[in-house]
């Protein structure tokens, strides 16, 4: 019988989950549907606006030509008639002294023929028709402006669609995830002169997965870029996974999305232990400012709402590791007296994990490291065995010294503005950074009896956390070259 219910819930199981994902379907073909008539009245509509354009600069261009004929015909019109005038007047002057010779030849009066002769000579010799050029100054050849549309008129004939760009394809072996952030290389299965450049739209998730129809977060998009691949950088990894997806875009219209590619972003996340804080600290999810009043403003979320989510379930591998810690601490376990200590909700127990704070440094005291689950409520971070920390003293003078087992060692180093924190759990490494410079400000080697937590102290100050963060490149080069030299919590004094 139990079996047989087993079996049945299992069905059960897999015909809702078909349910939901057919649900899931009909709600995308009805948007489809929906998207289809839009987009049909759009590319109509614009079809529409490129032929009146079109026809406007056929028009325009038009009546351009028919003016620069009209230009020529006038030009030429005015020369013709300029250079007709005048020949008109030589020929009226020429027929005139034509006819006073003629006459004169006719004369029998010996006195008065010589001086006419004269007169007659000199005035052709000075008469207009003898200075003017008989070579038309305009052709009244007007073959220059004709004009062949043939081609463009093939050309306008070819007219069609602009075609829609390739879909590409995310190459996965050369995209790259370090040092929060994320470069995308795609390819086109052919060359597209036409393409103007593409979008690149990428989403959290914490499904590994084909992307599903309600996600829970939303589609960010780069546009405009012009090479086929892009880095994202500054990201802050809170969720297992990235999505990708990219698009061509041409002048006219965006080709269809590639297939979308899930890319690991492992990182370390937590957020503070409100559960278990000393009173005299305010206790938001990644901040802690101190309060001498002993008020806490703050919501203790309900823990049931996050050891449920798959991200920090204790069932999750070594290389998902580190845990969520136990629900909050009684009342009774938490930090009293001068302990003022807050802890993280995960626990680290494999792997190498990185975090960053960044504190008030006039703080009157400050510690950051990493405790076991065991530290006492009393216990103040490096005064036991239970804990390793960096802690800053502005009391009666500044200084910083790396603790363990109420043994200190002082840093000569600058006090920097916030603090990265390495934690290699297999090798039992815990080292110090300036976050800003990566320098290395003190490293424990140890072997870790249990899981750590990450672990803060404040007093009259505050600080934030960073997290979600990689292990920087140059922290693990750093790493693998001080493995032999790092300073060991044996050495305190």
Same mark, same amino acid.
């Given at each position: 019988?139990?079996?047989?219910?087993?079996?049945?819930?299992?069905?059960?199981?897999?015909?809702?989950m078909?349910?939901?994902?057919?649900?899931?379907?009909?709600?995308?073909?009805?948007?489809?549907?929906?998207?289809?008539?839009?987009?049909?009245?759009?590319?109509? %509509?614009? +079809? $529409?606006?490129?032929?009146?354009?079109?026809?406007? @600069?056929?028009? /325009?261009?038009?009546? =351009?030509?028919?003016?620069?004929?009209?230009?020529?015909?006038?030009?030429?019109?005015?020369?013709?008639?300029?250079?007709?005038?005048?020949?008109?007047?030589?020929?009226?002057?020429?027929?005139?002294?034509?006819?006073?010779?003629?006459q004169?030849?006719?004369?029998?009066?010996?006195?008065?023929?010589?001086?006419?002769a004269?007169?007659?000579?000199?005035?052709v010799?000075?008469?207009?028709?003898?200075?003017?050029?008989?070579?038309?100054k305009?052709?009244?050849?007007?073959?220059?402006?004709?004009?062949?549309?043939?081609?463009?008129? %093939?050309? +306008? $004939?070819?007219?069609?669609?602009?075609?829609?760009? @390739?879909?590409? /394809?995310?190459?996965? =072996?050369?995209?790259?995830?370090?040092?929060?952030?994320?470069?995308?290389?795609?390819?086109?299965?052919?060359?597209?002169?036409?393409?103007?450049?593409?979008?690149?739209?990428?989403?959290?998730?914490?499904?590994?997965?084909?992307?599903?129809i309600?996600?829970?977060?939303?589609?960010?998009?780069?546009?405009?870029?012009?090479?086929?691949?892009?880095?994202?950088?500054?990201?802050?990894?809170?969720?297992?996974y990235?999505?990708f997806?990219?698009?061509?875009?041409?002048?006219?219209?965006?080709?269809?999305?590639?297939?979308?590619?899930?890319?690991?972003?492992?990182?370390?996340?937590?957020?503070?232990d409100?559960?278990?804080s000393h009173?005299?600290?305010?206790?938001?999810?990644?901040?802690?400012?101190?309060?001498?009043?002993?008020?806490?403003?703050?919501?203790?979320?309900?823990?049931?709402?996050r050891t449920?989510?798959?991200?920090?379930?204790?069932?999750?591998?070594?290389?998902?590791?580190?845990?969520?810690?136990?629900?909050?601490?009684?009342?009774?376990?938490?930090?009293?007296?001068?302990?003022?200590?807050?802890?993280?909700?995960?626990?680290?127990?494999a792997?190498?994990?990185?975090?960053?704070?960044?504190?008030?440094?006039?703080?009157?005291?400050?510690?950051?490291g990493?405790?076991?689950?065991?530290?006492?409520?009393?216990?103040?971070?490096?005064?036991?065995?239970?804990?390793?920390?960096?802690?800053?003293?502005?009391?009666?003078?500044?200084n910083?010294?790396?603790?363990?087992?109420?043994?200190?060692?002082?840093?000569?180093c600058?006090?920097?503005?916030?603090?990265?924190?390495?934690?290699?759990?297999?090798?039992?490494?815990?080292?110090?950074?300036?976050?800003k410079?990566?320098?290395?400000?003190?490293?424990?080697?140890?072997?870790f009896?249990?899981?750590?937590?990450?672990?803060?102290?404040?007093?009259?100050?505050?600080?934030?956390?960073?997290?979600?963060?990689?292990?920087?490149?140059?922290?693990?080069?750093?790493?693998?070259?001080?493995?032999n030299?790092?300073s060991?919590?044996?050495?305190?004094?």
């Amino acid at each position: 019988m139990g079996d047989q219910k087993e079996s049945l819930r299992k069905i059960t199981h897999t015909l809702a989950m078909k349910n939901d994902e057919i649900s899931n379907f009909v709600c995308t073909l009805k948007q489809s549907l929906d998207n289809l008539e839009a987009n049909s009245g759009r590319v109509q %509509e614009d +079809l $529409q606006s490129e032929f009146t354009s079109l026809h406007a @600069a056929l028009d /325009e261009m038009k009546e =351009s030509m028919v003016t620069r004929i009209k230009q020529e015909r006038a030009s030429r019109t005015y020369e013709l008639q300029s250079q007709l005038s005048a020949c008109s007047k030589a020929l009226e002057s020429s027929e005139e002294l034509l006819e006073l010779a003629n006459q004169t030849l006719c004369s029998s009066e010996t006195d008065t023929f010589t001086q006419a002769a004269k007169d007659i000579k000199d005035s052709v010799t000075m008469a207009p028709a003898f200075r003017l050029s008989l070579k038309a100054k305009a052709s009244d050849n007007m073959s220059h402006l004709m004009v062949d549309f043939s081609q463009e008129r %093939e050309m +306008l $004939q070819g007219l069609k669609f602009l075609p829609v760009p @390739a879909t590409p /394809e995310i190459q996965v =072996s050369e995209c790259q995830v370090c040092d929060n952030t994320v470069s995308v290389v795609w390819t086109l299965s052919e060359p597209d002169t036409k393409i103007d450049h593409y979008i690149l739209e990428h989403r959290r998730t914490n499904h590994e997965g084909p992307p599903r129809i309600r996600e829970d977060y939303p589609w960010m998009v780069v546009e405009g870029i012009r090479v086929m691949e892009h880095t994202l950088t500054g990201l802050r990894f809170d969720t297992r996974y990235m999505t990708f997806r990219v698009r061509a875009c041409n002048k006219a219209v965006a080709g269809e999305f590639s297939e979308p590619v899930t890319l690991e972003t492992h990182a370390f996340t937590f957020k503070l232990d409100s559960g278990s804080s000393h009173q005299n600290l305010k206790v938001e999810d990644l901040s802690v400012e101190w309060d001498s009043g002993g008020g806490k403003i703050q919501d203790i979320r309900k823990e049931k709402n996050r050891t449920n989510s798959p991200m920090h379930s204790p069932a999750r591998s070594a290389l998902m590791s580190p845990k969520r810690a136990p629900t909050a601490r009684p009342g009774r376990d938490r930090f009293t007296a001068e302990s003022y200590t807050v802890l993280a909700d995960t626990m680290i127990d494999a792997g190498q994990q990185y975090w960053e704070v960044r504190f008030d440094k006039e703080s009157k005291a400050f510690a950051v490291g990493v405790a076991l689950r065991s530290l006492g409520r009393f216990d103040q971070l490096g005064k036991s065995g239970a804990s390793w920390c960096i802690h800053l003293n502005n009391w009666l003078q500044q200084n910083l010294t790396a603790k363990h087992n109420n043994k200190a060692r002082t840093l000569d180093c600058p006090i920097p503005s916030s603090i990265g924190v390495y934690v290699n759990y297999d090798e039992g490494v815990l080292s110090f950074y300036n976050a800003k410079t990566k320098q290395l400000m003190h490293t424990f080697k140890t072997k870790f009896p249990q899981p750590v937590i990450p672990a803060f102290m404040v007093w009259n100050g505050s600080f934030s956390v960073v997290t979600g963060l990689q292990v920087p490149s140059v922290v693990q080069s750093g790493q693998r070259r001080n493995s032999n030299t790092s300073s060991s919590n044996a050495s305190l004094t």
